[in-house]
């Protein structure tokens, strides 16, 4: 029997295996194509003898099996680098170290050995291992044997029945039994008919314990079929080996490093902001989410978070030529979306799934959904595009151009055997092992934050994270706490009655880039209390970050289009039409509020079409843009109303939508 192992899809057999050569029992045959001729020795060795010779051969060939443990792991946007370490004795001579159960997914064109010693490294090769699939086979050509033999007991008690059956049958058609010999003795009758009573009692009883064995067996069969199914619902799992071929001229002891980059890990990050009042700093929390299904556990592993993304190409762009000509353009408008909602089931069943990774792609934006299937997530521009994954489901990918959007996933054929349903609420402290366990519960504060050094390179920033973690290879997302900030803020209303006559409250912190922040999702709490999420947006090239910290019902609002000033009048061959717009704000808080009101006047992209800003209350429009803002301070409980009135002068023989 060949033992096959695939490295770069090159098939390598035990060098020593000697087996009979095709078509001539007599003469045995080396793998390297040479022949003994006689086969004197090998008829002599016995059969047990032989299998035990090659499968030493065999164990020889495969070299010497190494267990290393993961150090440190560096988990990028998408990706990451695994380094592991182990102190392995060398043997003099050539020979080979197998570095086993690593990552199926290895990039192999990252592998790095590193050892120092008196030897040399003569080649690093990678293969697939599917050892665990001969286990698997085996265990369940065990219970396919105890299958058999229960079935044979049952053929045996059915044997039985058909015996008690048959006898029953015999004494059945007794000549006493069916009436055709009346001159029997009556003493000899009556004990023909008890024994025949007795024995019929004794046949029922004994058929009843047989299909009460047989029932037994039944379940015993049931069980063993269970087990069956639950061997082939684990699938196969495969993993890979690094083989390290070393020449030394010693025996002497190394320690070895081995890294290499796999996929199917990755963080994003999220930030709890918290204000007291407007009058106080903010505080930002700014916290990573891990995740992999690697096919390896990360056990107390040093952690470092990198803003670096191996997986983009890295080459520079090179410009093309721009073809103009003529066409049409138009530019749609509406409401903008910020923000989508939706459910995500699966599409076998309908049923919900908690723990999908939703990412906004190309970003560093990412949410995940709840135990009911719900998710949310802020959407930073119209050209979004939502990438839906999760353990044993396709991936799937949908634009974002609705604010309500219901995900169904196809379950994987490939990955179905590897499904993992995560919990929820603070029961992620029980799955990860490190000092900010207690993260994911929002209502704990003032944790002692974790020690993280943040280290800028070149092209990417790294933390690295002081206490060692355990992520296991399952796809969940494990917390991590990578800083906490109190940054002094600029806190200002807004609000744009055109689009919405909600008031936010928003902050401007100044020189945001020292914090190394990215684009991701912002759990907001103010004044104490969890008031919604938002977005921190870090695509802007100011040194001011605007926060959005939610909604004040207590900033009422209104615009309205005043009656009889909607005006539309003839002149000559132009068609004029006025819009008269009152926004009245009113201040229900206790203190007064710095609030900015923006609207915008029309903006005309013809020499047809005029526009005329008649009354803005003593702001100026923006000529570009037609903005028009006014920012003032509003006392407690105070009212202040503002007009915007423009006209619009077109031609007759054109229509104008005018808003």
């Not at 912002?522 to 209390?529: I, S, V």
């Given at each position: 029997?060949?033992?096959?192992?695939?490295?770069?899809?090159?098939?390598?057999?035990?060098?020593?295996?000697?087996?009979?050569?095709?078509?001539?029992?007599?003469?045995?045959?080396?793998?390297?194509?040479?022949?003994?001729?006689?086969?004197?020795?090998?008829?002599?060795?016995?059969?047990?003898?032989?299998?035990?010779?090659?499968?030493?051969?065999?164990?020889?060939?495969?070299?010497?099996?190494?267990?290393?443990?993961?150090?440190?792991?560096?988990?990028?946007?998408?990706?990451?680098?695994?380094?592991?370490?182990?102190?392995?004795?060398?043997?003099?001579?050539?020979?080979?170290?197998?570095?086993?159960?690593?990552?199926?997914?290895?990039?192999?064109?990252?592998?790095?050995?590193?050892?120092?010693?008196?030897?040399?490294?003569?080649?690093?090769?990678?293969?697939?291992?599917?050892?665990?699939?001969?286990?698997?086979?085996?265990?369940?050509?065990?219970?396919?044997?105890?299958?058999?033999?229960?079935?044979?007991?049952?053929?045996?008690?059915?044997?039985?029945?058909?015996?008690?059956?048959?006898?029953?049958?015999?004494?059945?058609?007794?000549?006493?039994?069916?009436?055709?010999?009346?001159?029997?003795?009556?003493?000899?009758?009556?004990?023909?008919?008890?024994?025949?009573?007795?024995?019929?009692?004794?046949?029922?009883?004994?058929?009843?314990?047989?299909?009460?064995?047989?029932?037994?067996?039944?379940?015993?069969?049931?069980?063993?079929?269970?087990?069956?199914?639950?061997?082939?619902?684990?699938?196969?799992?495969?993993?890979?080996?690094?083989?390290?071929?070393?020449?030394?001229?010693?025996?002497?002891?190394?320690?070895?490093?081995?890294?290499?980059?796999?996929?199917?890990?990755?963080?994003?990050?999220?930030?709890?902001?918290?204000?007291?009042?407007?009058?106080?700093?903010?505080?930002?929390?700014?916290?990573?989410?891990?995740?992999?299904?690697?096919?390896?556990?990360?056990?107390?592993?040093?952690?470092?978070?990198?803003?670096?993304?191996?997986?983009?190409?890295?080459a520079k762009p090179e410009l093309t030529p721009t073809y103009l000509n003529f066409g049409m353009y138009y530019s749609g408008t509406g409401v903008p979306i910020t923000k989508v909602m939706g459910r995500i089931v699966s599409r076998d069943d309908n049923s919900s799934i908690p723990g999908v990774s939703?990412?906004?792609?190309?970003?560093?934006?990412?949410?995940?959904?709840?135990?009911?299937?719900?998710?949310?997530?802020?959407?930073?521009?119209?050209?979004?595009?939502?990438?839906?994954?999760?353990?044993?489901?396709?991936?799937?990918?949908?634009?974002?151009?609705?604010?309500?959007?219901?995900?169904?996933?196809?379950?994987?054929?490939?990955?179905?055997?590897?499904?993992?349903?995560?919990?929820?609420?603070?029961?992620?402290?029980?799955?990860?092992?490190?000092?900010?366990?207690?993260?994911?519960?929002?209502?704990?504060?003032?944790?002692?934050p974790i020690e993280v050094k943040k280290e800028e390179n070149q092209t990417n920033i790294e933390f690295n994270i002081a206490n060692p973690y355990t992520v296991p290879s399952d796809g969940k997302q494990y917390a991590v706490e990578i800083s906490q900030y109190n940054i002094d803020a600029t806190y200002?209303?807004?609000?744009?009655?055109?689009?919405?006559?909600?008031?936010?409250?928003?902050?401007?912190?100044?020189?945001?880039?020292?914090?190394?922040?990215?684009?991701?999702?912002?759990?907001?709490?103010?004044?104490?209390?969890?008031?919604?999420?938002?977005?921190?947006?870090?695509?802007?090239?100011?040194?001011?970050?605007?926060?959005?910290?939610?909604?004040?019902?207590?900033?009422?609002?209104?615009?309205?289009?005043?009656?009889?000033?909607?005006?539309?009048?003839?002149?000559?061959?132009?068609?004029?039409?006025?819009?008269?717009?009152?926004?009245?704000?009113?201040?229900?808080?206790?203190?007064?509020?710095?609030?900015?009101?923006?609207?915008?006047?029309?903006?005309?992209?013809?020499?047809?079409?005029?526009?005329?800003?008649?009354?803005?209350?003593?702001?100026?429009?923006?000529?570009?843009?037609?903005?028009?803002?006014?920012?003032?301070?509003?006392?407690?409980?105070?009212?202040?109303?503002?007009?915007?009135?423009?006209?619009?002068?077109?031609?007759?023989?054109?229509?104008?939508?005018?808003?």
């Open positions: 029997m060949f033992q096959h192992k695939f490295i770069y899809g090159k098939v390598h057999t035990p060098a020593s295996f000697i087996y009979a050569a095709p078509g001539n029992p007599g003469i045995s045959e080396i793998t390297d194509g040479m022949y003994l001729t006689e086969g004197i020795m090998f008829k002599k060795l016995s059969i047990a003898a032989a299998l035990l010779f090659i499968a030493a051969a065999t164990r020889a060939d495969e070299g010497q099996k190494v267990a290393s443990k993961v150090q440190k792991v560096t988990v990028f946007l998408n990706g990451a680098q695994v380094s592991r370490t182990a102190l392995v004795n060398i043997s003099p001579g050539t020979s080979t170290l197998v570095f086993e159960n690593l990552s199926p997914g290895i990039d192999v064109q990252s592998i790095q050995v590193n050892a120092g010693g008196d030897f040399t490294i003569l080649s690093v090769n990678h293969e697939l291992d599917f050892a665990d699939n001969d286990i698997r086979q085996k265990n369940i050509q065990a219970i396919e044997a105890k299958v058999k033999l229960v079935r044979n007991k049952i053929a045996l008690q059915n044997n039985m029945l058909s015996i008690y059956q048959e006898e029953a049958n015999t004494l059945a058609k007794n000549p006493v039994s069916n009436g055709t010999n009346v001159a029997l003795d009556p003493i000899r009758l009556k004990q023909t008919l008890d024994f025949q009573t007795a024995r019929l009692n004794e046949i029922k009883k004994n058929q009843q314990a047989v299909n009460d064995q047989i029932d037994l067996f039944n379940d015993e069969l049931e069980d063993y079929n269970k087990q069956i199914a639950e061997i082939n619902k684990a699938g196969v799992k495969t993993t890979s080996n690094v083989l390290v071929t070393v020449s030394a001229k010693v025996a002497l002891q190394a320690n070895f490093t081995l890294s290499y980059l796999v996929r199917n890990a990755n963080w994003f990050p999220t930030y709890d902001i918290r204000a007291k009042n407007v009058n106080s700093p903010i505080t930002i929390v700014y916290k990573a989410n891990v995740s992999q299904k690697t096919g390896e556990d990360w056990k107390s592993a040093k952690l470092t978070l990198s803003t670096g993304n191996p997986s983009v190409n890295g939703i990412r906004v792609k190309g970003t560093s934006i990412g949410a995940v959904s709840d135990a009911g299937g719900n998710y949310s997530i802020q959407i930073p521009n119209a050209n979004a595009v939502l990438t839906y994954s999760f353990i044993g489901y396709e991936t799937l990918e949908r634009q974002a151009n609705a604010p309500m959007i219901n995900v169904a996933l196809n379950p994987s054929s490939r990955q179905l055997n590897e499904v993992v349903v995560a919990g929820y609420g603070t029961e992620y402290k029980r799955d990860l092992t490190g000092a900010v366990a207690r993260i994911q519960d929002k209502n704990i504060i003032n944790t002692v200002q209303y807004y609000v744009a009655p055109k689009l919405s006559t909600d008031v936010f409250l928003t902050a401007q912190l100044t020189n945001w880039n020292k914090y190394s922040f990215l684009s991701g999702e912002a759990n907001l709490f103010f004044e104490g209390t969890y008031i919604g999420k938002s977005l921190i947006n870090t695509d802007a090239t100011t040194d001011t970050l605007n926060l959005s910290l939610g909604t004040d019902k207590n900033i009422v609002v209104t615009r309205t289009l005043e009656k009889g000033l909607a005006m539309r009048q003839s002149s000559g061959s132009n068609q004029k039409e006025t819009r008269n717009w009152l926004i009245d704000v009113k201040n229900r808080k206790s203190q007064s509020v710095n609030l900015l009101v923006e609207d915008q006047v029309p903006v005309s992209q013809n020499k047809d079409i005029e526009v005329e800003a008649q009354e803005t209350s003593g702001a100026k429009p923006d000529a570009t843009t037609g903005r028009v803002s006014w920012n003032f301070m509003l006392n407690s409980l105070d009212e202040k109303k503002v007009k915007l009135k423009y006209q619009v002068k077109y031609p007759k023989n054109q229509s104008v939508i005018v808003q």
